[in-house]
T-cell receptor, first 116, second 121 residues
Framework: DTGVSQDPRHKITKRGQNVTFRCDPISEHNRLYWYRQTLGQGPEFLTYFQNEAQLEKSRLLSDRFSAERPKGSFSTLEIQRTEQGDSAMYLC??????????????FGPGTRLTVL | AQTVTQSQPEMSVQEAETVTLSCTYDTSESDYYLFWYKQPPSRQMILVIRQEAYKQQNATENRFSVNFQKAAKSFSLKISDSQLGDAAMYFCAYRSATGMYSGGGADGLTFGKGTHLIIQP
């Protein structure tokens, strides 16, 4: 399977704990995106990387959230001091963005976070 | 900021019939992309169809086609010959074109709230 993969698929944690999610994009995709999806809503953009550079962050991304893509391949999203409001599905997407061509994002299966 | 509105929380259609899902959006930009994504119960988003705003011709992918009305800021999805496997949440999404070449901002997708499509056998 050469699609976008995410790990873990499910995470249950207690309020105040830190959690980290991993996303492996499609090989050679230079862009990687993180979204958050709550029940009954569409995904909301959080942040994205082009190679290892984090180019854009949404206002939804509070200072408790941090994302990295150290070598321009996989990415991690860490949430510190989790709150119940952080409970959601966290989706990762990747795309290949050569100049002059349309850029389509391909999504992973998501990590469902439940904060108790 | 751009907004995307899907006014139909749920739609139901008989198998083999045709159904149209509505989407409207608000933007001040002239160059952008529109997408329909499908999210089956397994929750992985799958791209259904894509439309470039500069193209007047409506996009088509097999049984899926769009009616893109740029002036009206409308982007509906038509599914012909509905099949049981089409049952899913359908999300309309907008993306600015300005970030694609500059590598700058506005590169994230803006999604609507989705339409739950039910296929009646």
């Amino acid at each position: 399977d050469t699609g976008v993969s995410q790990d873990p698929r499910h995470k249950i944690t207690k309020r105040g704990q830190n959690v980290t999610f991993r996303c492996d994009p499609i090989s050679e995709h230079n862009r990687l995106y993180w979204y958050r999806q709550t029940l009954g809503q569409g995904p909301e953009f959080l942040t994205y990387f082009q190679n290892e550079a984090q180019l854009e962050k949404s206002r939804l991304l509070s200072d408790r959230f941090s994302a990295e893509r150290p070598k321009g391949s996989f990415s991690t999203l860490e949430i510190q001091r989790t709150e119940q409001g952080d409970s959601a599905m966290y989706l990762c997407a990747s795309s290949l963005n050569p100049r002059g061509r349309t850029d389509t994002q391909y999504f992973g299966p998501g990590t469902r976070l439940t904060v108790l | 900021a751009q907004t995307v509105t899907q006014s139909q929380p749920e739609m139901s259609v008989q198998e083999a019939e045709t159904v149209t899902l509505s989407c409207t959006y608000d933007t001040s930009e002239s160059d952008y992309y529109l997408f329909w994504y499908k999210q089956p119960p397994s929750r992985q988003m799958i791209l259904v169809i894509r439309q470039e705003a500069y193209k007047q011709q409506n996009a088509t992918e097999n049984r899926f086609s769009v009616n893109f009305q740029k002036a009206a800021k409308s982007f509906s999805l038509k599914i012909s010959d509905s099949q049981l496997g089409d049952a899913a949440m359908y999300f309309c999404a907008y993306r600015s074109a300005t970030g694609m070449y500059s590598g700058g901002g506005a590169d994230g997708l803006t999604f609507g709230k989705g339409t739950h499509l039910i296929i009646q056998p």
